[in-house]
């Protein structure tokens, strides 16, 4: 019989006022008798809508049955046949608006929680599990992932799967892109993603680091090494700024920086020689995850004070909520329909203050929030030493700029053919943030796992 509680099973957590002071995971995951109550939740609906609203269409009851049966392996095996990166998508992916937004049992209650029990059935995996991922045999052909992100490892994945020898380039010195540099710690563990990475290689997926195409290696250059074809997963990592007066000041990042610097750097431990400001007094500009990531990394520095200016209600955050409930309850203050117009510094150049305008929201505008308009004289002034801007990034140039016949729209993301993912240059392919700008990670998984479909397509077809 099914479990017709209400509500979810609840997730333990580290206490807010203990993690807001450390980079361990806040989630601490299902226990087996936790996991189990939460599954027998799932009503086994025969249309299964929840799988609509999966961009890589996990076969989701059919992975929850194996959990009730007691059969963890299936069940890895279950979600691993679509999807490369269970452990990450258990605990980054927005199922709120996703798979669980489709669940039935959301109608009269909370849905049932499939990220949670995603997640516990890859770590499960990872602890007990014994199935290891073989290299196929190899069908003759080269394909060359430029990115080692979610898109990027979910194409050569794929890829290998059929055969494929696939080579990653990667820019930085580690794989995983931005599960790397920009989700920290306490929310998606680097052992997480490092084990996620090793499964592809034992598939026979090669990751080159250090590799910046369009500077050590053109995209001409990698078709005369053999390539047949190319995936551009290199993601949107070129940060936007405000352009008010003060931007230069000493302490202000972009958010990409300051994250990169404590997740990928490891500037949060001792013994890593990272330069990053330990400031007292914060703030993060920015209202979606990667503020919320922001805030909550300064806290953890020791800030005394974290605030978060966004020029538009609770109601529009595009966040998750869960993230806007961690914020809080760690500490983070929230100072909603307030904008900034300047950065001050002192005789030094360093920041010290940030000056605030109101706002009060008018009509919607294009994205369908309501759109933010200024009061006029309500200018203020915060204390802060250290301003984190956390308000989106456009793709890197690079590529494009260095290769002949691939365009890009006036955004900077590039245009591809909707059905195949191609760009405008035959043989090249692209996904991910680099064609639709920042999205999620799950959305680059299912950008990736299109474009390995069609790759495959044109290189049999050739």
């Known amino acids: 019989m099914p479990n017709m509680t209400p509500n979810k099973t609840p997730m333990p957590e580290q206490p807010a006022e203990v993690r807001n002071k450390n980079f361990e995971e806040v989630t601490l995951g299902y226990t087996d008798e936790m996991a189990l109550n939460e599954a027998q939740r799932c009503l086994h609906c025969k249309n299964q809508p929840c799988v609509s609203g999966c961009p890589v269409s996990v076969p989701i009851p059919e992975f929850i049955r194996h959990i009730v049966d007691g059969d963890m392996e299936g069940a890895y095996q279950t979600i691993k ?3 490369s990166l269970p452990a990450i998508c258990g605990r980054v992916c927005p199922q709120e ?17 499939i990220g949670r029990l995603e997640r516990y059935v890859a770590d499960w995996f990872m602890e007990h599990g014994t199935a290891k991922d073989e290299k196929p045999q190899s069908n003759g052909h080269k394909v060359a992932v430029l ?6 490892l979910t194409c050569a994945g794929d890829l290998a799967k059929l055969g494929y020898e696939v080579t990653v380039f990667e820019a930085l010195h580690s794989a995983g892109g931005v599960l790397m540099y920009g989700i920290p710690e306490f929310r998606l563990p680097k052992k997480i993603v490092q084990k996620e990475i090793d499964q592809l290689k034992q598939m026979g997926v090669t990751i080159d680091t250090n590799m910046v195409i369009g500077k050590v290696l053109s995209v001409d250059e990698l078709f005369d090494m053999g390539y047949e074809a190319l995936y551009i997963g290199t993601g949107a990592g070129l940060p936007s700024f405000m352009n008010i007066p003060g931007e230069a000041l000493v302490g202000v990042y972009s958010a990409n920086e300051f994250l990169t610097r404590i997740n990928l750097m490891k500037a949060y431990l001792e013994d890593y020689d990272t330069p990053i400001i330990h400031p007292r007094r ?3 500009i920015g209202g979606g995850n990667v503020a919320m990531d922001a805030a909550r990394c300064a806290k953890r520095l020791g800030a005394e004070e974290v ?3 966004y020029r538009r209600s609770e109601e529009e955050m595009p966040a998750r909520k869960e993230e806007i409930h961690h914020a809080k309850a760690e500490g983070i203050t929230f100072r ?4 900034p117009v300047a950065i001050h510094g002192d005789d030094q150049g360093k920041v010290n203050q940030i000056e605030c305008v109101e706002m009060e929201l008018g009509e919607p505008d294009a994205s369908g929030r309501r759109r933010p308009i200024e009061k006029e004289g309500s200018n203020f002034l915060l204390d802060v030493d250290c301003v984190v801007v956390a308000i989106g990034n456009s793709p890197n140039p690079l590529i494009r700029s260095t ?6 729209n006036k955004r900077g993301c590039l245009i591809v053919d909707d059905n195949t993912l191609q760009t405008t240059r035959e043989g090249v392919y ?3 943030d680099a064609v639709t700008g920042a999205a999620t990670v799950i959305l680059a998984m299912g950008a990736g796992k299109h474009a390995a479909r069609s790759i495959d397509e044109y290189i049999r077809s050739k």
């Not at 608006?97 to 929680?113: D, H, L, N, Y």
């Not at 909603?336 to 904008?339: A, R, S, V």
């Not at 290769?403 to 890009?408: D, L, P």
């Open 403 to 408: 290769t002949h016949g691939i365009e890009a």
């Open 147 to 152: 990115g080692s992100g979610p898109s990027g």
């Open 336 to 339: 909603l329909l307030n904008n």
């Open 81 to 83: 046949s679509t999807n």
């Open 307 to 309: 605030s978060i200016i």
């Open 282 to 284: 914060v703030a993060v």
């Open 430 to 432: 692209a996904g991910g």
């Open 97 to 113: 608006t996703q798979c669980e937004s489709k669940c039935v049992r959301g109608i009269k209650g909370e849905p049932v929680g």
